[in-house]
């Protein structure tokens, strides 16, 4: 595999589900991002880890919680959610911060 | 307040025309501007970034343009293709928001047959 990869792909969990998302990158970047993708809505920037340490949590809900275990990977845990949380999910890298970013394909979140 | 946005929300152009994507931004201190292409079930994808320091450059078949008097950016994609259909955002990074891009609402390309 190369580039960002994300898993799954969809997911449809409901309101008391504990799930979480995955990515992967095999770029050897030191940035990992999570972004959240709603209709009609910009980009929004949720979380930025830089060396696997969270520097930036842009006011996020603690229903979503992330999580770095080493610069390659990237998770995003979800609980008790909401229906307006769901979205694109979009996870993405760059070489450090300020750097190009490098988008995975993002996993598809409906909460029912 | 500051924003990234773009004039129009969606864009048809007949294909082998020229396309031209504007965006405008509103903080002067930004030095760094990406485009993305996003297309349908896939994550944005890197096209061509410029840096505050030039006004144009120029990739394979697309251009970028900077006017820092006016905050205006817009993407030029020559000869458009039916495979340019897709979402166009521009991003903005703004070193005193540390470092972090912020992205525009993004513009819909239609390339008409």
């Known amino acids: 595999e190369t580039g960002v990869t994300q898993t799954p792909r969809h997911l449809v969990m409901g309101m008391t589900n504990k799930k979480s998302l995955k990515c992967e990158q095999h770029l050897g970047h030191n940035a990992m991002y999570w972004y959240k993708q709603s209709a009609k809505k910009p980009l929004e920037l949720m979380f930025v880890?830089?060396?696997?340490?969270?520097?930036e949590n842009n006011s996020v809900p603690s229903r979503f919680s992330p999580e770095c275990p080493n610069s390659s990977h990237l998770f995003l845990h979800l609980h008790t959610l909401q229906p307006e949380d769901s979205a694109l999910y979009l996870c993405?890298?760059?070489?450090?911060?300020?750097?190009?970013?490098?988008f995975g394909p993002g996993t598809r979140l409906t909460v029912t | 307040g500051e924003s990234v946005g773009l004039h129009l929300p969606t864009l048809s152009v007949q294909e082998g025309d020229n396309s031209i994507i504007n965006c405008a931004y509103s903080?002067?201190?930004?030095?760094?501007f990406i485009w993305y292409k996003q297309e349908s079930g896939k994550g944005p994808q890197f096209i061509i970034d410029?840096?505050?320091?030039?006004d144009k450059r120029q990739g394979q078949r697309v251009t970028v343009l900077l006017n820092k008097t006016v905050k205006h950016l817009s993407l030029q994609i020559a000869a458009t293709q039916p495979g340019d259909s897709a979402v166009y955002f521009c991003a903005e990074n703004r070193s005193n928001y540390g470092q972090n891009f912020v992205f525009g609402p993004g513009t819909r390309l239609s390339v008409l047959p």
């Open positions: 903080n002067s201190a930004s030095d760094y």
């Open positions: 410029i840096r505050s320091n030039m």
């Open positions: 993405a890298s760059s070489q450090a911060r300020g750097y190009e970013q490098y």
């Open positions: 880890y830089s060396l696997e340490e969270r520097v």
